[in-house]
């Protein structure tokens, strides 16, 4: 066997080491389980596995801790499985009926669930690595994955088409529907127009100042049944009875119209004046569902007045308007849950 000097076994290695990729390396994200790619050079870098349950040089292992945790507890897929199936409906139904039970579910799901996102956020989309203003971010706008540096040569990083292909055309090719699909699980569109509803009282977004900027509180405060404003609500309020502006059409209650109160709402221009009803948000002119749960919620803040009105007669408008809106509060946090 012949014995290669040192020198040369030395260039040799050198050789066939792989040629660095020129560009941030972390444009390939190589970094597994939310470790933080930090370059250390022009094509260097390490991954940051702090307060993650894995390590290796790309967080890639997990720790003995970890190990036991997976063993004990369902993977995420595992846990959606049990949590929809229709055919584990008695096993659920059984879970309810037993309240120690019932109470042990719901908390460890919550915890489970709230496990997946990380809080606060490590990224902002304002900056590509960690930074404070995650931490103090009060928007409802986050990060979950890491922005791609502004320098990689494709918007995915390394792989993919050097343009992303245009919004419209994907949403004409992944939502539009030729065909009725039914909901896998039996939920239904008026499912989606409530989670809208309900989510428009904290997304509060002020356009003009961008999507770092909310123009109110982030909370659940029914902003979306009464006004993002003292005067909005005082447009929508009868000041009789602690009640909200009604109309009676074809037997049946629906809010006032936009002329008559004076609330600023957005509909479609097709949309007649006669028919642009007043409601607490101005974008829910847009979608008849957001129209609906509107009216659903204005009757029902009425009937509470009733119930109020006829077990404490001495209250006035005031009083019965407020304590109206806080069980309105109460059942939202209740549907919600």
Known sequence: MVLLPASIFSVLLWLLQPVPATGNPCCSFPCQNNGVCLTTGPSTYICDCSNLEFYGDYCQHPTLMKRVKSWLRPSSDTLHYLLVEPRLKWLWDLVNYVRPLHDFFMGTIYVMRADIIDSPPLYHSSHEYPNLETVFNLTVYSRILPPVPRECPTPMGVKGPKELPDIDLLIKKFFTRKKFLPDPIGSNVLFTFFAQHFTHMFFKTDFKGGPDAQWGGHGVDVSNIYG??????????????????????????????????????TYPEYVKEEYQLAVGHPFFGLLPGLLVYSTIWMREHNRVCDILAAAHPEWDDE?????ARLVILGEHELCGV
């Open 228 to 265: 993002g404003d003292k005067e909005t609500e005082n447009r929508l309020r009868l000041f009789s009875g602690g009640k909200l502006k009604m109309q009676i059409m074809n037997g049946e209650e629906y809010p006032m119209t936009v002329a008559e109160t004076g609330v600023k709402m």
């Open 319 to 323: 009083r019965l308007f407020q304590t």
